[in-house]
């Protein structure tokens, strides 16, 4: 009977290990995502086009946009993404001589970036939620900083992957982002529409650098606090 209580406690240890190192793999993974995510909600916001707009060296519109019409009319294609209004909340734009702000091809693109961006919130939501739950649990076993410690490592890895092969092959990185979110060639604009003129490449690449910085730095700022976290819980453990 003791040996098919040690064995069975044996068991019970061993699968309680097994679902807390699945927990601190999931929040380690989590961590990137998240952070990611929210720094790209901040990148979609007025302040962002302000500040990029107005920054010195960003291309002129060959086309005759100043920059007070991109600052007046970018706005409406960022809200949009963020908002509950169907396409006519585009659609209904007009340039001052009466034609359409959007033609046809750049409101479906747009219609399925809407999608995009309602599933990626709804995605990340549920992930924070979870990964929440995860560290909830994981700091009851005592194992969360450590899954938070990898998760800023695993964070600072990938981003200067992405941000490499962003610098080094820009055209590259920017097509293969479309190609995995977007049906074959439906993201294809003249440089005469106005999504170009609004939000030229470099746009998106500043957008990216952006992204890719703030994220290496809450990262950074996650791998110093769980790192002293760890310096005072073995202090705490020396004998005065």
Known sequence: MRSLATTSASVDRQSHSFWITGLG??????????????????????????LEYTRPGFPEDFYGLTQAER????PFAVNYLLNGEDIRYLGDLHF?????LFN?????????VKTLTQIAYVSTVAL??????????LRRAGRMRQALFRGGLLTIGLIAAIILA???????????FHQLFFESDT????????????FPEQFWFDAALVIGVFTTMEALFVIIITWFWRRKTFDSTLPE
């Open 128 to 137: 924070g939620a979870l990964a929440l739950t995860c560290a909830y649990l």
């Open 25 to 50: 793999i999931f929040l380690s993974a989590a961590l990137p995502l998240l952070l990611v995510m929210s720094n790209a909600r901040l990148v979609m916001s007025p302040l962002f086009l302000q």
């Open 96 to 100: 001052s001589d009466g034609t359409a």
């Open 187 to 198: 993201w294809y604009f003249a440089y005469s529409d106005t999504l170009i003129r609004l």
């Open 71 to 74: 600052l007046r009319y970018a």
């Open 166 to 176: 962003a610098v080094l092959n820009w055209d590259f990185f920017f097509t293969g």
């Open 104 to 112: 046809a091809r750049e409101l479906k693109h747009m219609r399925d």
